[in-house]
Each structure stands twice: as C-alpha cells, then as structure tokens.
C-alpha cells in the first residue's frame, strides 16, 4: 500500500485517538465532580461507547500503521526515537486497559444507582481516583509519543 495513504491513516487515526481521549476524559471529569448520578450514567454510558468506537480501533491503526511506515521508510528499528515511541505506546496501553475496565465498572455502578434510584457506591469515587490518576499519567505521554512521530529527534 502507498506509504502517503498508509501516513494519512495514522495521523487520521492519531487525531481520533487523542481527540476521542481528551474529549471523554473531559465530560466524564466534569460529570463526576457534578454528583449528579443521571449525568454521570449519561457520560460514563457514552464514555465506554466511545473507547469502543473510537479509541480501540484507533489504537490497533496506531501500531499497526507505525510499524508499516517504519519498516516501509527503511527507518533504523534501532533509532530511539522509535524505541522510546514503541516503548511509551505500551506504557500508555498499561495505563489505558485498567481505565477501560475501571469505565465499565463505573458506567454499570452509575446506571444501577440510576435505576434503582439509590446513591452512588463509595466504591465508585474510589475508582474514580484511579481513573483520574491513570488519565493524569497517560495523557502527558501521549503528547511525547506526537512529539516523537513528529519530530523524529533522536
């Protein structure tokens, strides 16, 4: 496949998966700070909607697309740039998939609060920490990994 079009995808797919992330991390942090259990039901329900749509897809194009251009570009797999790129893509996915399944739990805790007309569970803030710590962690790598595709410094 032409390396422009295969380029194209990535930065595409780059935009979504920053954009997407950025975005949910937004509304589901101001729905939580809210306390108001219908908002949050409606932002973590879409929220989880949106990593499945969105950021999961965009992260598979991510690898994949970057490998091909690599290997396609006749870069050296030896380059830092590409080591510390590859490495910080993994870290990133270390901090992402505990985030999926902490969404989960939230979105279902938030939805039965909701249903059943109760409070939410202690345990929900709980895991609300988490998910701001992992986000907090995730996103400033995030921005190393563009700067690296890039800048391509090292």
Do not use: E
Not at 69 to 87: E, F, L, P, Q, R
Not at 111 to 132: E, G, Q, R, S, V
Request: net charge positive; glycine share 6%; proline share 4%.
């Amino acid at each position: 496949m032409d390396y422009l079009i295969i380029k194209w995808i990535h930065i595409l797919s780059s935009t979504i998966l920053f954009g997407t992330g950025i975005g949910s991390a937004f509304y589901m942090f101001v729905a939580n700070r809210t306390k108001d259990i219908a908002s949050i039901a409606f932002a973590t329900k879409w929220v989880v909607t949106a990593d499945w749509f969105f950021t999961t897809p965009s992260i598979i194009i991510q690898l994949v697309s970057g490998l091909y251009m690599v290997h396609t570009a006749g870069h050296d797999w030896s380059a830092i740039w590409i080591k510390y790129g590859i490495i910080l893509y993994f870290v990133t996915g270390a901090c992402w998939l505990p985030v999926v399944v902490i969404q989960i739990k939230m979105r279902d805790m938030a939805l039965a609060a909701l249903a059943n007309k109760l409070p939410l569970d202690p345990k929900y803030w709980k895991m609300d920490k988490w998910w701001i710590t992992l986000g907090s962690l995730a996103f400033p790598i995030v921005v190393v990994i563009f700067w690296l595709m890039v800048a391509k410094p090292f």
